[in-house]
């Protein structure tokens, strides 16, 4: 079939995006779904920092490819071994589906699948397949959704249900920002209560973390950005209280869970620096391959410090997507609340500039539902 989407034909092209256009707007040929695949119409689909790395260089990917990772669509039509899905359901894409068999997958999450990463490294779906052809030339998949599309073809692993009660741009966000952030706090931290945590880095991945301690009643909720809209965003959100990272190194704020969702080595030290004795440091942003970050070892011995590395917020995306939906509508989760932007498929090398500039929280593309 014939559908429309948003193409990254070259990695690294200067800034500003609007001006170089990166991603084309293109028509493909998207062929139907294997044996354990399914088609789905896209109804919204989140612009996230790990697209962005792939337009800059720091996620090197084949091109070109088809981006988009973070979606949320009906099902219209179901491989020969999907039994449990029908056409017509509401499905969020997750970015790293499970195979299941690996010795990964069965470590709760804590470790991402195989051959999910295989696939993704590869442009591929899990199985390997490629269904997106233009004029003869294969488009790349990227992590096994490819959903700044009106349409994707992706392995049934890599799709959850959702009810159709959950909004669309929500269920979207719930794919990625949200399992992300959200398990960094339930997964990698699990602060109790009287815990106090501290989130550096409030992009969609951070924001989500945030309002994920929050509904779990975190007594003493901590925010720290650059950027003061942010943090005043997060003031709005309900976190007690807001810092810049000069102002937590300067004052020496500390928490016994400290979450790093930037991405930048400079937030690692500084959530380093912020950890309480006996506290837990957990890193879930995505820093460039080369970076590095200087902390003490006599530290994380003297001190009884843990570091902890999580990655998709250690989530197995079948059990905590459903978590999360829930969470939303008992109305302790408002996810809707880091959506920043809602635009057009059309506008997505101006939105790469936003997410670049640290302007927005989560910016989503909202396709036509008819």
């Given at each position: 079939m014939k559908i429309t989407g948003a193409v990254l034909e070259e990695i690294g092209c200067p800034r500003p995006y609007a001006d170089s256009k990166p991603i084309s707007i293109a028509e493909l040929e998207l062929a139907g779904p294997g044996p354990t695949e399914i088609l789905v119409r896209i109804e919204a689909a989140g612009i996230c920092h790990s697209d962005l790395s792939v337009v800059d260089g720091n996620r090197v990917r084949p091109v070109p490819m088809l981006l988009g990772h973070e979606a949320a669509g009906r099902v219209v039509e179901v491989g020969a071994d999907v039994t449990d899905l029908a056409p017509g359901q509401r499905v969020v894409m997750s970015f790293l589906p499970r195979c299941e068999q690996c010795a990964n997958c069965a470590e709760d999450g804590r470790l991402p699948c195989t051959a999910g990463s295989k696939s993704n490294g590869d442009g591929t779906l899990l199985h390997g397949s490629m269904r997106l052809d233009r004029s003869g030339e294969k488009i790349f998949h990227h992590l096994g959704v490819s959903g700044f599309a009106t349409h994707a073809v992706v392995d049934r692993a890599s799709a959850v249900p959702v009810g159709d009660d959950i909004p669309a741009d929500v269920a979207a966000v719930l794919g990625c920002a949200v399992l992300t952030g959200g398990g960094a706090v339930l997964n990698a931290a699990r602060p109790r209560p009287e815990d106090s945590i501290m989130i550096v880095g409030l992009g969609g991945v951070g924001m989500a973390a945030l309002i994920t301690a929050i509904?779990?009643?975190?007594?003493?909720?901590?925010?720290?950005?650059?950027?003061?809209?942010?943090?005043?965003?997060?003031?709005?959100?309900?976190?007690?209280?807001?810092?810049?990272?000069?102002?937590?190194?300067?004052?020496?704020?500390?928490?016994?869970?400290?979450?790093?969702?930037?991405?930048?080595?400079?937030?690692?030290?500084?959530?380093?620096?912020?950890?309480?004795?006996?506290?837990?440091?957990?890193?879930?942003?995505?820093?460039?391959?080369?970076?590095?970050?200087?902390?003490?070892?006599?530290?994380?011995?003297?001190?009884?410090?843990?570091?902890?590395?999580?990655?998709?917020?250690?989530?197995?995306?079948?059990?905590?997507?459903?978590?999360?939906?829930?969470?939303?509508?008992?109305?302790?989760?408002?996810?809707?609340?880091?959506?920043?932007?809602?635009?057009?498929?059309?506008?997505?090398?101006?939105?790469?500039?936003?997410?670049?500039?640290?302007?927005?929280?989560?910016?989503?593309?909202?396709?036509?539902?008819?």
């Open positions: 509904s779990q009643g975190v007594s003493r909720i901590v925010a720290v950005d650059t950027l003061d809209e942010k943090l005043e965003h997060a003031r709005r959100l309900g976190a007690h209280e807001t810092y810049t990272p000069q102002q937590v190194l300067e004052q020496g704020v500390k928490a016994r869970y400290v979450i790093e969702c930037a991405g930048n080595p400079r937030a690692f030290e500084t959530a380093f620096t912020a950890t309480a004795a006996g506290g837990t440091t957990v890193t879930a942003g995505l820093p460039h391959p080369d970076a590095r970050a200087q902390i003490s070892p006599l530290t994380v011995t003297a001190e009884a410090r843990t570091i902890v590395g999580s990655y998709l917020g250690s989530a197995v995306p079948s059990r905590d997507i459903p978590k999360y939906a829930q969470l939303w509508r008992e109305g302790k989760l408002p996810v809707e609340e880091l959506i920043t932007a809602r635009i057009a498929l059309a506008d997505i090398n101006e939105a790469m500039d936003q997410l670049a500039d640290g302007k927005a929280v989560r910016q989503v593309i909202m396709f036509d539902a008819g």
